[in-house]
């Protein structure tokens, strides 16, 4: 059974930094999509960033340059390297991992800029 643990978030002054974790057990099959999702209260979830299982990546516009994406697949851990937080970043975020068969999802953690 595939699991997706995310762990990292809290609460951060705008311009600090966090760093969420996303560990996966369990088998994934190759190729895959690791991605960050985020969702604020009121809003529809969005994707933030994502890698694929070859390295290549992509982010939102409203986040390039900020944060950074990335995985250890020897680790079974990807993660989100989130800097320059503003309050707008203020949502639960979510992993995702999909596949051509599958689509996981973490729990979610929360992550709150506010001064």
């Known amino acids: 059974q595939v699991q997706l643990v995310e762990s990292g978030g809290g609460l951060v002054q705008p311009g600090g930094s966090l760093r969420l974790s996303c560990a996966t057990s369990?088998?994934?099959?190759?190729?895959?999509?690791m991605g960050w999702y985020r969702q604020a209260p009121g809003k529809q979830r969005e994707l933030v960033a994502s890698?694929?299982?070859?390295?290549?990546?992509d982010y939102a516009d409203s986040v390039k340059g900020r944060f950074a994406i990335s995985r250890d697949n020897a680790k079974n851990t990807g993660y989100l390297q989130m800097n320059s937080l503003k309050p707008e970043d203020t949502a639960v975020y979510y992993c995702?991992?999909?596949?051509?068969?599958?689509?996981?999802w973490g729990q979610g953690t929360q992550v709150t800029v506010s001064s």
């Open positions: 890698i694929t299982s070859a390295g290549n990546t």
């Open positions: 995702n991992v999909r596949t051509i068969w599958s689509n996981y």
């Open positions: 369990g088998s994934i099959s190759r190729p895959n999509v």
